[in-house]
Antibody, heavy 122, light 106 residues
Framework: QITLKESGPTLVKATQTLTLTCTFS??????????VGWIRQPPGKALEWLAV???????RYSPSLESRLTITEDTPKNQVVLTMTNMDPVDTGTYYC??????????????WGQGTLVTVSS | DIQMTQSPSSLSASVGDRVTISCRAS??????LNWYQQRPGRAPKLLIS???TLQSGVPSRFSGSGSGTDFTLTISSLQPEDFATYFC?????????FGGGTKVEI
């Protein structure tokens, strides 16, 4: 059974760096043809893909946010970490991590964490 | 980037209605199109992958069709638990992109 859970601060100040951790179980990034992705959703708005780390260490980022994002992993701990620098109030929203199934192209999100609401204060 | 455009952005329907939601890609994505349902306060749930493959446990009243640039999600007989927001997502290229969502309301 695949599960994922996000953890990190619920409140950050503008210009600070946000660090979110996704702790997962039920699969391994080192042996599975899969990945872990990050998606966010401002309140009342659409989903926005941020980044993905594939099983083969390939990492992809949203072009509009690439300069601010870094995705890393702690494979023995089954964790994937997303850092986002220079936070702004427009970055307020719910941040999700999700298991990426690569059987269809570059991936669909078949298991999701519960999400964590991050508020950026000015 | 591949832009995904959903229509309508919202719709009102009744229990038992047939509902159709459209998703258009800015370029051909073959059948690399996935649909998600999101209920208020919940994480999205994958309904359909590869344009038409129903995920395990998803009721058969949901169906998907299309290829290339035009796709459709159909709910054959709307149930109370189907009132939610639906998103399409292309997995043909990175950046992975989502549609703007369609909110299905009573």
């Amino acid at each position: 059974q695949i599960t994922l859970k996000e953890s990190g601060p619920t409140l950050v100040k503008a210009t600070q760096t946000l660090t979110l951790t996704c702790t997962f179980s039920g699969f391994s990034l080192s042996t599975s043809a899969a990945g872990v992705g990050w998606i966010r959703q401002p309140p009342g708005k659409a989903l926005e893909w941020l980044a993905v780390r594939y099983w083969d260490d390939d990492k992809r980022y949203s072009p509009s946010l690439e300069s601010r994002l870094t995705i890393t992993e702690d494979t023995p701990k089954n964790q994937v970490v997303l850092t986002m620098t220079n936070m702004d109030p427009v970055d307020t929203g719910t941040y999700y991590c999700a298991h990426v199934d690569i059987l269809t192209g570059y991936g669909l999100f078949d298991y999701w964490g519960q999400g964590t609401l991050v508020t950026v204060s000015s | 980037d591949i832009q995904m455009t959903q229509s309508p952005s919202s719709l009102s329907a009744s229990v038992g209605d047939r509902v159709t939601i459209s998703c258009r890609a800015s370029q051909s994505i073959s059948t690399y199109l996935n649909w998600y349902q999101q209920r208020p306060g919940r994480a999205p749930k994958l309904l359909i992958s590869a344009a038409s493959t129903l995920q395990s446990g998803v009721p058969s009243r949901f169906s998907g069709s299309g290829s290339g640039t035009d796709f459709t999600l159909t709910i054959s007989s709307l149930q109370p638990e189907d009132f939610a927001t639906y998103f399409c997502q292309q997995s043909y290229f990175t950046p992975l992109t989502f549609g703007g969502g369609t909110k299905v309301e009573i």
